[in-house]
């Protein structure tokens, strides 16, 4: 378990404030935030490395605030790996290793065995990660601590990294906190998310749930949500037609009209009355020729601006009386739908698909 | 002035003159350059490389042959290189550890050690002898108490060391810093978060890696201490370091007694500075 109450620590320019949270035994942590939020300076907390100028840091149920790194049964793997230049590969993976056969074990499960002799400055980037990641594990620690360890590795290498190292989690069960930027990543990792901004949490929770509800209009930004309005939410006691299409749990919430500048939609929400951000991920908006008869309660017609292919989907502007939505759809819809720039389409979206901060 | 736009009219083009070239795209111009460039380095190196070429071009031979048969040379040589030897130890083991806080640790009074650390570096080194006269002296408290336990630092080798180390040990620091620094100090921290303690992770990552740096931090500080005089001369005249006995030489013989000592003193301090050049080329290879 990791566990963080009110900690504040301060390294060179990065602070941390008043960081709050726990990643539950055997649990898969991630944070996430943007260049300079604080995220090095976390782990670093978490390992000891940084000092604590106030709080508490519990590792595996203990108060371990105060307790030197060497004895927090922990390992770090940075984005850049920091082996150590004057040894060599296998020198480093024993580094601390917790006996010989545990470090053979991870160096063969990393593929780096093969490397054992040769010095460090003669691996590529790749391989060093492998080697960093091996040693680190080597130890057998209780908690991993992982500074974007993936970011710099090939696609290739990157899935071999990321497999490797969920099935020795699922095996072993330490618990973990990732650092990320890649929400994707978050997304298929962790159990836990947790938003950091300039040393700050400033959301944490199921990630899809993050993902989904972001708590402001910064971290949907910064979470990729291409459909983020400012306007003004306005509680509103007529349901619209088709409201009765709303899922079970959404009529525990207020039906909301929401005003931008050019557009009023439905959505449902707690909110006070009042300005507010709207976010609408761009997978929940659908495209048709025409107004389409169903549970979608929000419809607008518009002109296509821009078709951005991307993958498997394509990501398609739609402007609306001067407000850009964003629709993500399959290049199987682009194709059937004849969707070409300039185009008039009908974008829409449920009230349920808003999600109001 | 005005204009006046007339109806109709068209408006004149505007020429555009080329901007003039910057002179250093002129090839004339460059060629100049490069010939007065070339000719104020080539006074400068002749300037610093003529009066030590002359001294050993002079007095080198003479000196090595001299050897066998001067014996108060011999003498001196061995000493010079005995007690800045000893002082290079003594900087090394104090040193490191202040070279090392100030390149990894911030501590209220950090700026202030450094700028103790540089004193030395400004102080006139016959005013550095006389303060640590003030100190050391047999007449002073830490001197009188020496001297009551059978240390006499005046007029003894004890007396160059401590002048070696006071002129020298700064430069030690500074370039020790500097190898700290160069040192991610991220390296430290995994070999922490691998089961090391403090000195074991400075034991077993640090130093290795900063190893090249703080011998090239040594050597400097032995070349330093070697050519020393000013504070020796105040603190021990006798017995005589090269550096002393050059200049009692030359004050009671004249100039041609005093070359091969002279130019011995020279080549003793051009052997740490060309391993010193070799140390460098090395860690440029590895790097």
């Known amino acids: 378990m990791i566990g963080l109450q009110l900690v504040n620590a301060r390294a060179g320019e990065f602070r941390l404030h008043d960081v709050t949270f726990e990643v539950p035994q055997g649990s898969y942590g991630v944070v996430i935030g943007p260049a300079g939020s604080g995220k090095t300076t976390l782990l670093e907390t978490i390992a000891g490395v940084v000092p604590v100028v106030s709080g508490k840091v519990m590792l595996g149920g203990e108060d371990l605030t105060h307790v030197p790194p060497e004895r927090r049964r922990l390992g770090i793997v940075y984005q850049h790996a920091y082996l150590f230049p004057h040894l060599t590969v296998r020198e480093n993976v024993e580094y601390g290793a917790a006996s010989k056969l545990a470090a053979g074990d991870v160096s063969e499960r990393f593929e780096v065995d093969a490397l054992a002799g040769r010095p460090v400055a003669s691996l590529s980037g790749g391989e060093r990660q492998l080697v960093a990641i091996a040693r680190a594990l080597a130890r057998r620690p209780e908690v991993l601590l992982l500074d974007e360890p993936f970011s710099a590795l090939d696609p290739r290498t990157r899935t071999f990294a990321r497999r490797q190292l969920r099935a020795l989690y699922y095996e072993r069960r330490f618990t973990v906190l990732q650092v990320t930027h890649d929400f994707g990543e978050a997304g298929l990792l962790g159990d836990v998310a947790i938003m950091l901004d300039r040393g700050k949490v400033v959301q944490k929770g199921d990630p899809q749930e993050v993902f989904r509800k972001p708590a402001s209009a910064y971290i949907a930004d910064f979470l990729g949500a291409e459909n983020v309005f400012a306007g003004t939410a306005r509680p509103i006691r007529a349901e619209p037609p088709d409201w009765g299409h709303a899922s079970d749990s959404a009529f525990a919430q207020l039906p909301v009209a929401f005003t931008t500048d050019t557009l009023t939609f439905y959505a449902l929400g707690d909110v006070v009355p009042g300005p507010a951000h709207a976010v609408i991920r761009a997978e929940e908006v659908s495209l048709s020729a025409e107004p389409a008869m169903s549970s979608v309660q929000n419809q607008f017609r518009g002109r296509i601006v821009e078709i951005l292919p991307n993958g498997a989907l394509s990501r398609v502007t739609v402007d609306v009386s001067g407000t850009p939505i964003v629709a993500a759809v399959t290049a199987r819809s682009v194709r059937e739908l004849g969707l070409v720039v300039g185009k008039e389409i009908v974008a829409g979206f449920k009230a349920t698909a808003v999600h109001l901060c | ?287």
Request: aromatic share 6%.
């Open chain 2, 1 to 287: 002035m005005s204009f006046t736009v007339q109806p109709g009219a068209e408006p004149a083009p505007i020429r555009l003159e080329p901007s003039p070239e910057p002179w250093r795209a002129n090839p004339a111009h460059r060629a100049v350059l490069a010939i007065v460039v070339g000719l104020l380095s080539s006074l400068f190196l002749l300037f610093i490389l003529a009066p030590v070429v002359g001294l050993v071009a002079s007095g080198g031979a003479r000196g090595v042959t001299s050897l066998t048969a001067d014996q108060e040379l011999r003498a001196s040589l061995a000493l010079t290189a005995i007690t800045a030897t000893v002082a290079t130890m003594l900087g090394m083991l104090g040193g490191t550890p202040i070279a090392y806080l100030l390149a990894r640790r911030a501590f209220p009074g950090r700026a202030l050690v450094a700028a103790l650390m540089d004193l030395p570096l400004v102080i006139p080194h016959p005013v550095a002898g006389i303060a640590l006269l003030l100190v050391l002296g047999r007449g002073s408290t830490v001197g009188g108490a020496l001297y009551a336990a059978g240390l006499r630092v005046v007029g003894s080798p004890v007396g160059i060391v401590c002048a070696m180390l006071f002129v020298s040990a700064p430069l030690y620091v500074s370039a020790a810093r500097e190898a700290f620094a160069r040192v991610d100090a991220r390296y430290e921290s995994v070999a922490r978060t691998l089961g090391d303690d403090a000195w074991r992770a400075f034991r077993r990552v640090t130093l290795p890696l900063s190893a090249r740096g703080l011998t090239a931090a040594a050597v400097v500080m032995w070349a330093r201490a070697v050519s020393e005089f000013g504070a020796i001369v105040i603190l021990t005249y006798n017995p005589k370091v090269v550096s002393v006995l050059s200049y009692d030489r030359f004050t009671s013989y004249g100039l041609s007694e005093t070359l091969p000592a002279a130019a011995l003193l020279v080549l003793l301090a051009l052997i740490p500075l060309a391993a010193l050049r070799a140390l460098r080329a090395g860690e440029a290879r590895v790097r």
